[in-house]
């Protein structure tokens, strides 16, 4: 299995993407919409089917979000040690307190976010479908 980096993926309505974004930041965590993340090659439908995945996954209850911007929220170096090429080199598990971290300020955003309380992963280095993640 190929390294993978630890993101929690959140459908964000599009007027606070960048209030999240400056938040996230102070925990030293990013933000990509991902239509332009730097893992995706087609960025319009992975963005569609990021979204229409998580809106259909909650049957009715996430409906007013159809249109809101799938993003991913990572972690930086403070949490994650990283090789010379930038590709993360995880040393264990990701510390209970960046999820808490992270949860806490998604819940700031509470009326502005649809997200489930999961990490899932991106590709941290290049494969044939992925030009893959460098964080520096």
Known sequence: MRA???V???L???GVVADLELRVMTEDMWLWPVRTAPVVIDG???EFQVRRRLVEQHRG???DAGTW???WIGFGAAWHEFGPDGNVVPTGPLPWAAHQRLWGALDEFTPFVRYRRRLGGIPTEPTAEWPGLHLH
Do not use: F, G, Q
Request: charged content about 30%.
């Open 8 to 10: 929690a993926t959140v």
């Open 4 to 6: 993978r980096h630890l």
């Open 69 to 71: 911007t799938p993003v």
């Open 12 to 14: 964000v309505e599009p």
């Open 44 to 46: 319009a439908r992975m």
């Open 61 to 63: 209850e996430w409906d």
